[in-house]
C-alpha cells in the first residue's frame, strides 16, 4: 500500500497527525508536508468535514456532553480495534481493554455482534483496524484514518463507527466519499462498498449513496482551500 502511513505516524492530544518519535527515514511523498514539531501539515477528513458542514456543529450543546461525547467514542473505538487485533479465528471477540464504563461496553459488544454478521454474510477473511493513509492527486491533498477495513477475496469494504444518536446523512455520505477516494487512490484497490455502523440508530448500518460530481467538486475544493 503505497501511500499508507499507519506504522509512521500517529495523532497528538489536539488529533493533529505527527512523525512518531523513533521514525528514522520519512518517505520522499511526505518529507513536503511535515512541519515544526514533526506535524503533518496536511487537512484531515474531519477538518475538511467541519468546514463543508459547518451548520451541523451546535455551538450550545454543553461542553460536558462534548468531551463526554468525545470519550466514550475514544474508548469503543479502541475497545472495538483491539478486538479486531487480537482477532484469533473466523469470529471477532470483544477486548474490553482496561474500560470499566458499561455503557461503553455495551455499546462495543452491540457493534462486534454486528461485525461478526457482516463478516459471516459477506465471507470476510480479513479485517483491518484504524489506518491512514494519504491523499495526493491534482485536486487536492489530505490525510485520514480509516476505522475498518474488511477485505472478502479481491472484494474491499470500508466501515466508519459512530456512537452517537446524531444521524447527520449528508455529511455522512461525504466522509464516506473521502475515505473511498483515499483507500483507492492510496492502494490501488477498488472499494466495492462503505458503510457507517452506529449501534444507537434504528438503521445500524448506513450504505454509502454515492454523491453528485457537484458536490464532490464542492467537497474536494474545500480540501484545497484549507
Same mark, same amino acid.
Given at each position: 500500500?503505497?501511500?499508507?502511513?499507519?506504522?509512521?505516524?500517529?495523532?497528538?492530544?489536539?488529533?493533529? @497527525?505527527?512523525?512518531?518519535?523513533?521514525?528514522?527515514?520519512?518517505?520522499? =511523498?511526505?518529507?513536503?508536508?511535515?512541519?515544526?514539531?514533526?506535524?503533518?501539515?496536511?487537512?484531515?477528513? +474531519?477538518?475538511?468535514?467541519?468546514?463543508?458542514?459547518?451548520?451541523?456543529?451546535?455551538? =450550545?450543546?454543553?461542553?460536558?456532553?462534548?468531551?463526554?461525547?468525545?470519550?466514550?467514542?475514544?474508548?469503543?473505538?479502541?475497545?472495538? +480495534?483491539? +478486538?479486531?487485533?487480537?482477532?484469533?479465528?473466523?469470529?471477532?471477540?470483544?477486548?474490553?481493554?482496561?474500560?470499566?464504563?458499561?455503557?461503553?461496553?455495551?455499546?462495543?459488544?452491540?457493534?462486534?455482534?454486528?461485525?461478526?454478521?457482516?463478516?459471516?454474510? @459477506?465471507?470476510?477473511?480479513?479485517?483491518?483496524?484504524?489506518?491512514? =493513509?494519504?491523499?495526493?492527486?491534482?485536486?487536492?491533498?489530505?490525510?485520514?484514518?480509516?476505522?475498518?477495513?474488511?477485505?472478502?477475496?479481491?472484494?474491499?469494504?470500508?466501515?466508519?463507527?459512530?456512537?452517537?444518536?446524531?444521524?447527520?446523512?449528508?455529511?455522512?455520505?461525504?466522509?464516506?466519499?473521502?475515505?473511498?477516494?483515499? =483507500?483507492?487512490?492510496?492502494?490501488?484497490?477498488?472499494?466495492?462498498?462503505?458503510?457507517?455502523?452506529?449501534?444507537?440508530?434504528?438503521?445500524?448500518?448506513?450504505?454509502?449513496?454515492?454523491?453528485?460530481?457537484?458536490?464532490?467538486?464542492?467537497?474536494?475544493?474545500?480540501?484545497?482551500?484549507?
Amino acid at each position: 500500500m503505497q501511500y499508507e502511513l499507519t506504522q509512521i505516524i500517529k495523532r497528538d492530544e489536539n488529533f493533529n @497527525y505527527i512523525l512518531k518519535e523513533d521514525i528514522k527515514e520519512v518517505p520522499f =511523498f511526505l518529507k513536503g508536508f511535515i512541519g515544526e514539531t514533526d506535524k503533518i501539515e496536511l487537512p484531515f477528513v +474531519s477538518i475538511i468535514l467541519e468546514k463543508c458542514f459547518p451548520f451541523l456543529h451546535n455551538k =450550545f450543546v454543553k461542553k460536558e456532553i462534548i468531551e463526554n461525547s468525545i470519550k466514550q467514542g475514544q474508548c469503543v473505538h479502541q475497545m472495538i +480495534s483491539d +478486538s479486531i487485533n487480537n482477532r484469533k479465528d473466523f469470529k471477532l471477540n470483544l477486548s474490553t481493554s482496561d474500560c470499566k464504563n458499561s455503557n461503553h461496553i455495551n455499546i462495543a459488544k452491540r457493534i462486534i455482534t454486528e461485525l461478526n454478521s457482516f463478516i459471516y454474510k @459477506y465471507e470476510i477473511d480479513q479485517i483491518y483496524s484504524e489506518r491512514t =493513509f494519504l491523499y495526493l492527486g491534482f485536486d487536492c491533498n489530505y490525510i485520514g484514518t480509516i476505522d475498518i477495513i474488511l477485505k472478502s477475496k479481491e472484494k474491499y469494504y470500508i466501515m466508519d463507527i459512530k456512537t452517537s444518536r446524531v444521524n447527520y446523512i449528508e455529511k455522512y455520505n461525504a466522509q464516506l466519499f473521502l475515505y473511498k477516494k483515499l =483507500f483507492e487512490n492510496a492502494t490501488g484497490n477498488l472499494v466495492e462498498n462503505c458503510f457507517i455502523l452506529n449501534p444507537r440508530e434504528e438503521r445500524i448500518f448506513m450504505e454509502y449513496e454515492p454523491i453528485n460530481k457537484k458536490e464532490q467538486g464542492r467537497i474536494l475544493l474545500t480540501a484545497k482551500e484549507i
